[in-house]
């Protein structure tokens, strides 16, 4: 089986410009869930989807959201992108409710 | 303060050595996930555990839920075993910062 992917693996954005990253979870995975991580927080959760329905969402603001699509990939957005928001997002991809999970490379965002 | 706390934060030592990591937690948790990062980016799920120990290889997690508190050791440490390692409750919504492990040859 092919393992998770996140496109793109890296991009560079300005202040105030808006992203959209995505992921594609392990074939029959129906659960991707998105994390911010950055060397001061470590690895934070963002948001959870589960057959196209957020069943879980972090502490994040407004400006973070979501989606899944169908075949379960899923997308996600930073609207109004500020400096702080340059990290490495991970996507994570199972099958169930508490099964392992399993992480993409990531996508580096650097915001200048 | 943290749900989960990782110690050490950072560990240098030499190959050979054996490893302990440790993680506490604040919480009633039904299970416990360890992970690898090496540099680079790319996160391995090490183990997921509920109780007791489990091992693969050199490595082994002990989980102790009613004392919220779980480890990780490696055996016979290698420079390969370099890495962020990380531990987080099964749900995915609660990790700790990381341990950064580096291994001298």
């Known amino acids: 089986k092919a393992g998770v992917t996140q496109t793109p693996r890296y991009l560079i954005k300005t202040r105030g410009q808006q992203v959209t990253l995505s992921c594609s979870p392990i074939?029959?995975?129906?659960?991707v869930s998105w994390y911010q991580q950055t060397p001061g927080q470590g690895l934070q959760f963002l948001f959870e989807?589960?057959?196209?329905?957020?069943?879980n969402k972090g502490n994040f603001p407004g400006r973070f959201s979501g989606r899944q699509f169908s075949n379960s990939r899923s997308e996600m957005n930073v609207s109004t992108l500020e400096l702080g928001d340059s990290a490495l997002y991970l996507c994570?991809?199972?099958?169930?409710?508490?099964?392992?999970?399993?992480f993409g490379p990531g996508t580096r965002l650097t915001v200048l | 303060k943290n749900e989960v706390e990782q110690s050490p934060q950072n560990l240098t030592a030499q190959e050979g050595e054996f490893i302990t990591i440790n993680c506490s937690y604040s919480?009633?948790?039904?299970?416990l996930h360890w992970l690898q990062q090496h540099p680079g980016g790319g996160i391995v799920s090490l183990f997921m555990?509920?109780?007791g120990k489990k091992k693969h290889g050199r490595l082994i997690a002990t989980i102790n839920i009613q004392e919220k508190h779980s480890s990780l050791h490696i055996t016979a440490s290698h420079p390969r075993d370099s890495a962020v390692y990380i531990c987080?409750?099964?749900?995915?919504?609660?990790f700790g910062k990381g341990t950064h492990l580096i291994i001298q040859p």
């Open positions: 555990l509920s109780s």
């Open positions: 987080g409750f099964a749900d995915g919504l609660t």
């Open positions: 074939s029959g995975h129906r659960s």
């Open positions: 919480v009633g948790i039904s299970a």
């Open positions: 989807y589960f057959s196209e329905t957020q069943r």
């Open positions: 994570a991809s199972m099958a169930g409710t508490t099964d392992t999970q399993y």
